[in-house]
Structures are given as structure tokens and as C-alpha cells.
């Protein structure tokens, strides 16, 4: 497939066959000349990158969630075959039916794993607040930072409702995914999406994106109550352009349930504000007046 200018593409993330090898990430820092990333251990999880950043284009997140035991529940007045939810098979199935799991289910725990990325908002902060245009919608409706103009301000840093983009320390600019933008030019797909072995991640037209999530969305919540489509209809940016299947709510990815883009209320803002500094004006003008009128 060769990216067409003028159609919006994007990324479709399946969380549900991620196995956390972080190739996604290797690739994105091969392709990017992304520095190193020598985070170590975070103490409270297996995942040693920690979150996006301007060195983590790419950030596989490794979510332990516990689930409920299959047996002892009979102590608490619930019946001892209570389903498990979203336990892992022993046979090593992803994402098996809610009951098929087994006392041995990896101690009570499972492992979320979502590869997270910039979502290419339709309406970006980003690129509202940037004083210096360095931050455009590029062809393929994808948010792109030019490096050689960028003045290192860091609005855009406060600004993403999404905590994606950041500023480096070696070079003072800002620095996030750029879907790629000069392999889009030339014809091939992200790297990322390129090297992912399981085609967890998926790159292509945002509006076949959505309906193939769609598709498996409804094949997965028959055993995933709780499964659900994120970044479609975030109504607070417009829609993104990275979609995620996950099993759980967004808040246990660390992705904000609601985000918003902070300018989205700047006309009412500077309303009020106008209004404020009337009432203010009146104030000290009608003060004034019955100074005036007491002196007489």
C-alpha cells in the first residue's frame, strides 16, 4: 500500500495480541535516530522505558492487573466457580473466555500490554499553541514538529492533553512520533507498524482502521465484557488518528478517560475574563464618582 495525499492515515493498535517484545520500539529508534533510552528498572513493573518522551517515540506499556481467584470465593458467600476475568489460559491462548482459567493462573495476575504512541489528534493542542508553526498538519493528516524551527518554548509540552510530547535535554527542541512522515513520502509504512510481529500494530487509512477495530472489537467483547474502542470517539480532540483496542477501562493503560484539549474553552475563557474586567472597570468608575461627590 502507498500512503495517498489528501487521505488520513493513522494507526490501529491490537492490544489483545501484543506480547510486549518491544520491536515497535526498537524500530522506532533505528528509523528516527531516537537517543538511547537507559531508563533501567521502574521497581513496579517488568516495562524499563516508563512513558513517551522525546527519547520514546514508542512506549510498550507492561500493565499488571490482578484477577479474581477461582477458588476460595465460597468464604464470601460467592460461588467457588465465579468466573475469572480475562485470565490467561494455561495453554497460552490470548485473551480466553471469562471462566476458562485455572488456580494456576500466573499468581492472580495478568499482563496488559498496549505499544503507546502519539494520536495525531484531529483537533491538536499541540499545534494550536505553537508560536512558531513548527508543529503542522502534514498531507496525510498526521502532527509533524519541524525541528529547525522549533524554538524550544515548550507550550506544546503543557498543552497535550496526552503527556506525548516532550523536550530534550541535549537539544532544547521538542520531539514526538512523526507517523514516519518521510517514509509516508516515499511510499512505505511506519516503522513501528513494520516490524511488529504480530501486527498488533496496524497502519493504514484511518477510516478502514476504524471499521477493521470495529470488526474485532465485536468479535472480542463476546469474552471480553469490558473491551472497548479508544480514540474514536474522544470528542475532547475531535477523534485521533491512533485508534486501541483495549480489555479494560483507559484509566488502567494510563490513557486519560476524557482528554480534552485545553484550548477547546479559550473563546469562553477570554469572555469571562471580559466580563470580569467590566464589572472591575465599573466598579472603581462608580468608586470614583462617589469619592468625587462626597469631597463637594
Given at each position: 500500500?502507498?500512503?495517498?495525499?489528501?487521505?488520513?492515515?493513522?494507526?490501529?493498535?491490537?492490544?489483545?495480541?501484543?506480547?510486549?517484545?518491544?520491536?515497535?520500539?526498537?524500530?522506532?529508534?533505528?528509523?528516527?535516530?531516537?537517543?538511547?533510552?537507559l531508563g533501567g528498572?521502574?521497581?513496579?513493573?517488568?516495562?524499563?522505558?516508563?512513558?513517551?518522551?522525546?527519547?520514546?517515540?514508542?512506549?510498550?506499556?507492561?500493565?499488571?492487573?490482578?484477577?479474581?481467584?477461582?477458588?476460595?470465593?465460597?468464604?464470601?458467600?460467592?460461588?467457588?466457580?465465579?468466573?475469572?476475568?480475562?485470565?490467561?489460559?494455561?495453554?497460552?491462548?490470548?485473551?480466553?473466555?471469562?471462566?476458562?482459567?485455572?488456580?494456576?493462573?500466573?499468581?492472580?495476575?495478568?499482563?496488559?500490554?498496549?505499544?503507546?504512541?502519539?494520536?495525531?489528534?484531529?483537533?491538536?493542542?499541540?499545534?494550536?499553541?505553537?508560536?512558531?508553526?513548527?508543529?503542522?498538519?502534514?498531507?496525510?493528516?498526521?502532527?509533524?514538529?519541524?525541528?529547525?524551527?522549533?524554538?524550544?518554548?515548550?507550550?506544546?509540552?503543557?498543552?497535550?492533553?496526552?503527556?506525548?510530547?516532550?523536550?530534550?535535554?541535549?537539544?532544547?527542541?521538542?520531539h514526538k512520533c512523526?507517523?514516519?512522515?518521510?517514509?509516508?513520502?516515499?511510499?512505505?509504512?511506519?516503522?513501528?507498524?513494520?516490524?511488529?510481529?504480530?501486527?498488533?500494530?496496524?497502519?493504514?487509512?484511518?477510516?478502514?482502521?476504524?471499521?477493521?477495530?470495529?470488526?474485532?472489537?465485536?468479535?472480542?467483547?463476546?469474552?471480553?465484557?469490558?473491551?472497548?474502542?479508544?480514540?474514536r470517539d474522544e470528542?475532547?480532540?475531535?477523534?485521533?488518528?491512533?485508534?486501541?483496542?483495549?480489555?479494560?477501562?483507559?484509566?488502567?493503560?494510563?490513557?486519560?478517560?476524557?482528554?480534552?484539549?485545553?484550548?477547546?474553552?479559550?473563546?469562553?475563557?477570554?469572555?469571562?475574563?471580559?466580563?470580569?474586567?467590566?464589572?472591575?472597570?465599573?466598579?472603581?468608575?462608580?468608586?470614583?464618582?462617589?469619592?468625587?461627590?462626597?469631597?463637594?
Open positions: 500500500m502507498v500512503p495517498a495525499a489528501g487521505r488520513r492515515y493513522g494507526f490501529f493498535t491490537d492490544t489483545t495480541v501484543c506480547i510486549g517484545c518491544k520491536a515497535c520500539e526498537v524500530a522506532c529508534k533505528e528509523w528516527n535516530a531516537v537517543p538511547d533510552h528498572f521502574t521497581g513496579h513493573s517488568y516495562d524499563n522505558t516508563g512513558e513517551l518522551g522525546a527519547n520514546a517515540w514508542r512506549h510498550v506499556a507492561f500493565v499488571e492487573q490482578p484477577v479474581s481467584p477461582t477458588v476460595g470465593l465460597e468464604w464470601f458467600d460467592q460461588p467457588p466457580d465465579v468466573a475469572v476475568q480475562g485470565a490467561i489460559d494455561p495453554s497460552g491462548e490470548v485473551g480466553q473466555p471469562p471462566g476458562t482459567g485455572t488456580e494456576g493462573d500466573v499468581g492472580g495476575i495478568r499482563l496488559l500490554m498496549s505499544s503507546d504512541v502519539c494520536k495525531h489528534c484531529t483537533s491538536a493542542a499541540c499545534v494550536e499553541v505553537c508560536p512558531t508553526g513548527a508543529l503542522f498538519y502534514t498531507e496525510f493528516d498526521s502532527v509533524v514538529v519541524q525541528d529547525d524551527i522549533c524554538n524550544g518554548c515548550g507550550y506544546c509540552v503543557t498543552a497535550c492533553p496526552f503527556g506525548v510530547i516532550e523536550r530534550r535535554e541535549s537539544d532544547g527542541g521538542a512523526t507517523l514516519c512522515y518521510d517514509r509516508l513520502k516515499s511510499g512505505t509504512q511506519p516503522a513501528c507498524a513494520q516490524s511488529c510481529p504480530t501486527d498488533s500494530i496496524q497502519f493504514g487509512p484511518l477510516d478502514e482502521l476504524i471499521e477493521r477495530a470495529e470488526n474485532r472489537l465485536a468479535r472480542v467483547s463476546e469474552y471480553e465484557p469490558k473491551a472497548q474502542l479508544y480514540g470528542e475532547g480532540v475531535a477523534g485521533t488518528g491512533a485508534l486501541f483496542l483495549l480489555l479494560d477501562d483507559p484509566e488502567h493503560y494510563r490513557l486519560p478517560p476524557d482528554p480534552v484539549t485545553p484550548t477547546r474553552n479559550l473563546g469562553q475563557m477570554w469572555r469571562w475574563a471580559g466580563i470580569a474586567a467590566a464589572a472591575l472597570a465599573t466598579g472603581v468608575l462608580a468608586s470614583v464618582g462617589a469619592g468625587g461627590a462626597g469631597g463637594r
